[in-house]
């Protein structure tokens, strides 16, 4: 941060966050006289100021050498302890900064307040849990989105990460690209290197780079590589016959296994968070499809926030804590806490926003805890008539079975009618968006595959296909498969007839639209 901006931030603090009186802020802006005195100090740094110093610990180590100075201590005793207190607020300042970052106010201010941090959308499928995230993260930096999907085999390794083992490319596999010139570069190191000597060292370098010159990764003029190298030309002979005999007993280069930490969605989102000041967001798919107490583990403790941070620290495993405090001394943004830094605590920032969707009518599906309920935000989805942002019009889908359009909103009210009738419960109801339409038409195809084999399989198995609309006039039922048939041409395809009839007992009063209308 240049000095400019993090004078102005000081003297934001000093205004806003002490006791200092207004007319008093300029004096304990003024660093003059302490300027000075650190001059004495680091005599060797010219024009150092104490907006140098961002660190409050290294900070503190100046001010105990400040306090024994002579000229600090008299100028001190002058100005009736005014310099040693701004000393003291600078300080304050540092820690403060070191907490929250310089623009957590401005930036996520209205996001904790207004926005929750985490929070659960929930509800019947189709409702638009998925979409409704979406529509928020795809203005976010693509950077600055994680997305993950919990299943019954998720755990922690999956969610946060691990060790294991990682197939490497070799150091002459990485080198493969290499230019002739680097090439020359490699050769005129081995010719030149003292111990082997110049012939051991051209025998060394084509056992170790034939393929580079026999055309397996490249092309060489071995003349204009020896002219690169500085090398007389008498050893191109001699190159040749190398690299020929290197051939008879070829290098063995398989890849190399090596063990590292992988890391996986949370903790690329955790890391991201603490590189930037931008919003950050943790998305998880069918976040109760996974059991979320083995998946989580004793990042449980970090859901409870306060101003947006964890209010529960918790200690990171060693190998999580290596990882994290490599990643964050390359890239990191400015006050963060040490021990964050260093990987040793786990503390959620504020910017990173963990958002999850949950669909209530999910078969095979782990309990989530009261506890695990209590720090989350719950969002109901409830099942309404999708309509077109951009026009801010409903959208009219329909159903089309031999030429004929049903209207789909008018069908999904009708069926969702008989489902909440027989469960009793809305978990089983379809919401707008159960499936997609082309150009606002839901085929025949997509309307068996999707809505009818749900209802067939997960919605009416449990009460013996009971309602009239899975039986013919006879009251027989029927079967799933016979909602297709085989065409002239052997192909499967959907029984319109009977998807039809299907269609007209869910809703009777599509048999009085006229086949040629296009309902509203």
Same mark, same amino acid.
């Given at each position: 941060?240049?000095?400019?901006?993090?004078?102005?931030?000081?003297? $934001?603090?000093?205004?806003?966050?002490?006791?200092?009186?207004?007319?008093?802020?300029?004096?304990?802006?003024?660093?003059?006289?302490? #300027?000075?005195?650190?001059?004495?100090?680091?005599?060797?740094?010219?024009?150092?100021?104490?907006?140098?110093?961002? @660190?409050?610990?290294?900070?503190?180590?100046?001010?105990?050498?400040?306090?024994?100075?002579?000229?600090?201590?008299?100028?001190?005793?002058?100005?009736?302890?005014?310099?040693?207190?701004?000393? *003291?607020?600078?300080?304050?300042? &540092?820690?403060?900064?070191?907490?929250?970052?310089?623009?957590?106010?401005?930036?996520?201010? %209205?996001?904790?307040?207004?926005?929750?941090?985490?929070?659960?959308?929930?509800?019947?499928?189709?409702?638009?849990?998925?979409?409704?995230?979406?529509?928020?993260?795809?203005? %976010?930096?693509?950077?600055?989105?994680?997305?993950?999907?919990?299943?019954?085999?998720? +755990?922690?390794?999956?969610?946060?990460?691990?060790?294991?083992?990682?197939?490497?490319?070799?150091?002459?596999?990485?080198?493969? @690209?290499?230019?002739?010139? +680097?090439?020359?570069?490699?050769?005129?190191?081995?010719?030149?290197?003292?111990?082997? /000597?110049?012939?051991?060292?051209?025998?060394?370098?084509?056992?170790?780079?034939?393929?580079?010159?026999?055309?397996?990764?490249?092309?060489?003029?071995?003349?204009?590589?020896?002219?690169?190298?500085?090398?007389?030309? $008498?050893?191109?002979?001699?190159? !040749?016959?190398?690299?020929?005999?290197?051939?008879?007993?070829?290098?063995?280069?398989?890849?190399?296994?090596?063990?590292?930490?992988?890391?996986?969605?949370?903790?690329?989102?955790?890391?991201?968070?603490?590189?930037?000041?931008?919003?950050?967001?943790?998305?998880?798919?069918?976040? !109760?499809?996974?059991?979320?107490? %083995?998946?989580?583990?004793?990042?449980?403790?970090?859901?409870?926030?306060? @101003?947006?941070?964890?209010?529960?620290?918790?200690?990171?495993?060693?190998?999580?804590?290596?990882?994290?405090?490599?990643? &964050?001394?390359?890239?990191?943004?400015?006050?963060?806490?040490?021990?964050?830094?260093? /990987?040793?605590?786990?503390?959620?920032?504020?910017?990173?926003?963990?958002?999850?969707?949950?669909?209530?009518? $999910?078969?095979?599906?782990?309990?989530?805890?009261?506890?695990?309920?209590?720090?989350?935000?719950?969002?109901?989805?409830?099942?309404?008539?999708?309509?077109? *942002?951009?026009?801010?019009?409903?959208?009219?889908?329909?159903?089309?079975?031999?030429?004929?359009?049903?209207?789909?909103?008018?069908?999904?009210?009708?069926?969702?009618?008989?489902?909440?009738?027989?469960?009793?419960?809305?978990?089983?109801?379809?919401?707008?968006?159960?499936?997609?339409?082309? !150009?606002?038409?839901?085929?025949?195809?997509?309307?068996?595959? *999707?809505?009818?084999?749900?209802?067939?399989?997960?919605?009416?198995?449990?009460? +013996? =296909?009971?309602?009239?609309?899975?039986?013919?006039? #006879?009251?027989?039922?029927?079967?799933? =498969?016979?909602?297709?048939? %085989?065409?002239?041409?052997?192909?499967?395809?959907?029984?319109?007839? *009977?998807?039809?009839?299907?269609?007209?007992?869910?809703?009777?009063?599509?048999?009085?639209?006229?086949?040629?209308?296009?309902?509203?």
């Amino acid at each position: 941060m240049n000095k400019e901006k993090l004078l102005q931030l000081y003297l $934001d603090f000093i205004a806003n966050c002490s006791s200092i009186a207004a007319k008093s802020v300029k004096n304990y802006s003024d660093f003059k006289r302490i #300027n000075e005195c650190l001059e004495l100090l680091f005599p060797k740094e010219q024009g150092i100021s104490i907006l140098d110093f961002d @660190n409050p610990n290294e900070f503190e180590v100046v001010i105990n050498k400040l306090a024994k100075q002579k000229q600090f201590t008299d100028y001190d005793n002058k100005g009736k302890n005014q310099y040693s207190n701004t000393l *003291k607020y600078y300080l304050r300042f &540092l820690y403060a900064k070191q907490l929250f970052s310089e623009n957590l106010k401005t930036t996520y201010a %209205q996001s904790i307040d207004e926005i929750p941090i985490q929070q659960i959308f929930y509800g019947a499928p189709g409702t638009g849990k998925s979409h409704t995230i979406n529509e928020i993260t795809e203005t %976010q930096p693509k950077e600055n989105v994680f997305r993950t999907t919990f299943h019954p085999d998720s +755990d922690y390794s999956t969610f946060v990460g691990c060790y294991k083992p990682t197939k490497t490319k070799t150091r002459r596999q990485q080198r493969m @690209n290499m230019s002739l010139e +680097d090439l020359a570069k490699e050769l005129g190191s081995y010719y030149s290197n003292e111990e082997l /000597g110049k012939i051991s060292g051209i025998q060394k370098f084509c056992y170790e780079y034939y393929p580079y010159i026999d055309g397996e990764y490249m092309s060489v003029n071995v003349t204009k590589l020896l002219e690169l190298a500085g090398i007389p030309k $008498d050893y191109n002979v001699e190159i !040749n016959k190398y690299v020929k005999f290197c051939h008879l007993f070829p290098k063995q280069d398989p890849d190399k296994i090596t063990y590292e930490f992988v890391p996986q969605t949370f903790t690329k989102a955790y890391l991201r968070a603490w590189q930037t000041e931008e919003p950050v967001y943790l998305v998880i798919e069918e976040i !109760n499809r996974g059991n979320c107490a %083995q998946i989580f583990g004793d990042l449980f403790q970090l859901l409870d926030r306060k @101003n947006g941070f964890s209010e529960y620290p918790i200690k990171a495993d060693n190998d999580l804590a290596a990882y994290i405090g490599e990643q &964050l001394s390359k890239e990191s943004r400015e006050g963060i806490p040490e021990t964050v830094k260093s /990987g040793e605590e786990l503390i959620l920032p504020p910017n990173l926003f963990i958002w999850a969707t949950m669909n209530t009518s $999910d078969q095979s599906l782990f309990p989530i805890d009261s506890a695990f309920k209590r720090r989350w935000d719950w969002t109901y989805m409830p099942i309404i008539q999708g309509y077109d *942002k951009e026009t801010n019009q409903l959208l009219k889908w329909n159903i089309k079975v031999i030429n004929k359009n049903y209207n789909w909103w008018q069908f999904l009210q009708a069926i969702n009618r008989h489902i909440g009738d027989i469960t009793h419960s809305e978990d089983k109801k379809l919401g707008f968006f159960f499936c997609k339409a082309e !150009n606002n038409t839901i085929s025949a195809e997509t309307f068996v595959s *999707k809505v009818l084999f749900y209802l067939w399989n997960d919605v009416y198995k449990d009460y +013996d =296909h009971s309602p009239a609309f899975f039986r013919d006039d #006879n009251g027989k039922l029927i079967e799933f =498969h016979e909602y297709y048939r %085989q065409d002239e041409n052997h192909k499967t395809v959907p029984d319109e007839t *009977k998807i039809q009839a299907f269609i007209e007992k869910v809703e009777p009063a599509f048999k009085t639209v006229d086949p040629d209308a296009n309902p509203d």
